[in-house]
């Protein structure tokens, strides 16, 4: 592809996509979200192109998955040596070194100095699944505390945890029993009407009161599951505080601290982990999406002396493929070596920029995020901070009608997660299409 900007050459869809979404009506799950009509036919960087020819600038990322961009050489190039030696021979029941390999790089790479042990799945959803069986199996406990506005996974696990909208959860009762939800730290718009700097974190302490006190037994609770940037919940940022009070709470009650940085891990931030911007340590951690640039692949990381299980307590014929292994080990290396420093400085940029916005625009409520995770909260007014989901939902539809590719988070954010090869122009670029769909929106 030549071009690194948008270039629409059809009306959209074109005629190609319209035929391929009709067949797609008839074959496909109707349980999938599509936002708008986007049929893909390839990609690089930080650009896809459509079966009709149109190019679009991707700030989603194929749900931030591809971290290196779309079809990084490197990471092509390591998916096809791989693949001509070795597929797949199941690391379940036998052993082969690139698996070994990533694992002691993970290890090396989580937060806390501590010696990790690594469990290696396919999805996001299946780290937590594992992280709560790892959590049971060693606590002993059944109870967990998680948060309002998390999105863990669609398994019945998982999705016990996920507080996000009861769509995902509709018909599909009963769920895991054992999970409690709190507030999580919305600082916009504080569910205590307090203000950050000055808050004792009573999202946080709920969990001790009233949570523990009148419900649930703390020494019951195996787990507190949370992101330490909350992503479908609208890329909400919380304060330090808020995490270092919930290692508090779980250290004191003997509770393990479980991150989920599915979506804001893997360099996205502009740190490997999400949790480095706030000096917090989890005791697990779930890892998926950006581990290997779009092939399945997730990990659970925990302490060493907590993945304490026996043979065939938990395992999976394919997680640790030997394929998306060579992914993500090329991943990784393009991360340490450039993409990391550029999610830090391009997200910088691009934030600068947008935090413009709430003077331009009176519909926008506020910004927030860290390197490439970046949300745009949408409202009525400034004054009541009225959440406003059909502008947001208008501007997702004016983006793609000018060629780029946003998604929601959230009951009225608009979530920008682009690829971490994305340029100062291409993060320009966005910005300028972003503010003229406003503009248009609310003129």
Same mark, same amino acid.
């Given at each position: 592809?030549?071009?690194? !900007?948008?270039?629409l #050459?059809t009306?959209?869809?074109?005629?190609k *996509? /319209?035929?391929?979404?009709?067949?797609?009506?008839?074959?496909?799950?109707?349980?999938y979200?599509?936002?708008?009509?986007?049929v893909v036919?390839s990609?690089?960087?930080?650009? @896809?192109?459509?079966?009709?020819?149109?190019?679009?600038?991707?700030?989603?990322a194929?749900?931030?998955? #591809?971290?290196?961009?779309?079809?990084?050489?490197?990471v092509?190039?390591?998916?096809?040596?791989?693949?001509?030696? !070795?597929?797949?021979?199941?690391?379940?029941?036998?052993?082969?070194?690139n698996?070994?390999?990533?694992?002691?790089?993970?290890?090396?790479?989580?937060?806390?100095?501590?010696?990790?042990?690594?469990?290696?799945g396919?999805?996001?959803?299946?780290?937590?699944?594992?992280?709560?069986k790892?959590?049971?199996?060693?606590?002993?406990?059944k109870?967990?505390?998680?948060?309002?506005?998390?999105?863990?996974?669609?398994?019945?696990g998982?999705?016990?945890?996920?507080? &996000? %909208?009861?769509?995902?959860?509709?018909?599909?009762?009963?769920l895991?029993?054992? @999970?409690?939800?709190?507030?999580y730290?919305?600082?916009?718009?504080?569910p205590?009407? %307090?203000?950050?700097?000055?808050c004792? @974190?009573?999202?946080a302490?709920?969990?001790?009161?009233?949570?523990?006190?009148?419900i649930?037994?703390?020494?019951?609770?195996?787990?507190?599951?949370?992101?330490?940037i909350?992503?479908?919940?609208?890329?909400?940022?919380?304060?330090?505080?808020?995490?270092?009070?919930?290692?508090?709470?779980?250290?004191? =009650?003997?509770?393990?601290?479980?991150?989920?940085?599915?979506?804001?891990?893997?360099?996205?931030?502009? %740190?490997?982990?999400? &949790?480095?911007?706030?000096? *917090?340590?989890?005791?697990?951690?779930?890892?998926?999406?950006?581990?290997a640039?779009g !092939?399945p692949?997730?990990?659970?990381?925990? /302490?060493?002396?907590i993945m304490?299980? %026996?043979?065939?307590a938990?395992? &999976?014929?394919?997680?640790?493929?030997?394929?998306?292994?060579?992914?993500?080990?090329?991943?990784?290396? $393009? $991360?340490?070596?450039e993409?990391?420093?550029?999610? *830090?400085?391009?997200?910088? =940029?691009?934030?600068?920029?947008?935090?413009e916005?709430?003077?331009?625009?009176?519909?926008?409520?506020d910004?927030?995020?860290?390197?490439?995770?970046?949300?745009i909260?949408?409202?009525?007014?400034?004054a009541?901070?009225?959440?406003?989901?059909?502008?947001r939902?208008?501007?997702v539809?004016?983006?793609?009608?000018?060629?780029l590719l946003? $998604?929601?988070?959230?009951?009225?954010?608009?979530?920008?997660?682009?690829?971490?090869?994305?340029t100062t122009?291409?993060?320009?670029?966005?910005?300028?299409?972003?503010?003229?769909?406003?503009?248009t *929106?609310?003129?």
């Amino acid at each position: 592809m030549a071009t690194t !900007l948008p270039k629409l #050459v059809t009306p959209l869809p074109g005629p190609k *996509a /319209r035929t391929l979404i009709e067949r797609d009506a008839q074959f496909i799950s109707p349980s999938y979200t599509r936002s708008y009509p986007l049929v893909v036919a390839s990609g690089q960087g930080a650009i @896809v192109e459509d079966v009709d020819g149109n190019r679009f600038l991707d700030c989603s990322a194929g749900i931030a998955v #591809v971290a290196t961009g779309h079809c990084h050489p490197k990471v092509v190039e390591a998916i096809q040596r791989q693949a001509a030696r !070795l597929i797949h021979m199941s690391g379940t029941d036998f052993y082969y070194e690139n698996m070994v390999d990533l694992a002691q790089k993970l290890a090396s790479l989580t937060p806390g100095g501590v010696p990790r042990k690594v469990y290696f799945g396919n999805s996001g959803t299946e780290a937590i699944e594992a992280a709560i069986k790892l959590a049971r199996y060693h606590t002993g406990r059944k109870q967990f505390v998680a948060f309002f506005g998390a999105f863990h996974g669609r398994t019945m696990g998982s999705l016990a945890l996920t507080g &996000s %909208k009861n769509t995902q959860k509709k018909n599909f009762f009963p769920l895991m029993p054992g @999970v409690h939800h709190v507030p999580y730290a919305d600082c916009y718009r504080c569910p205590y009407g %307090k203000k950050v700097e000055t808050c004792a @974190v009573e999202c946080a302490k709920a969990i001790e009161d009233p949570l523990f006190r009148t419900i649930l037994p703390p020494e019951e609770v195996a787990a507190i599951v949370v992101e330490p940037i909350q992503g479908e919940g609208g890329y909400l940022v919380p304060p330090k505080k808020f995490l270092d009070e919930l290692r508090r709470i779980a250290d004191q =009650h003997g509770i393990l601290l479980i991150f989920d940085e599915v979506q804001c891990g893997m360099g996205r931030t502009g %740190k490997m982990f999400a &949790s480095e911007h706030f000096d *917090a340590v989890p005791d697990i951690v779930a890892l998926a999406k950006g581990i290997a640039s779009g !092939l399945p692949l997730s990990a659970t990381i925990a /302490r060493a002396e907590i993945m304490d299980w %026996k043979p065939g307590a938990h395992a &999976s014929t394919f997680g640790g493929n030997p394929v998306a292994v060579a992914a993500s080990l090329a991943t990784i290396e $393009l $991360l340490e070596q450039e993409l990391i420093a550029n999610a *830090a400085t391009v997200g910088a =940029h691009m934030k600068a920029r947008l935090s413009e916005f709430p003077q331009r625009f009176a519909n926008v409520g506020d910004v927030r995020g860290l390197g490439l995770m970046i949300g745009i909260e949408l409202v009525k007014d400034q004054a009541s901070k009225e959440r406003t989901p059909e502008l947001r939902d208008r501007l997702v539809q004016m983006c793609f009608e000018r060629g780029l590719l946003v $998604l929601g988070a959230g009951p009225n954010t608009l979530r920008l997660s682009p690829p971490l090869v994305l340029t100062t122009e291409q993060a320009d670029c966005a910005v300028d299409i972003i503010a003229e769909c406003l503009q248009t *929106a609310t003129r």
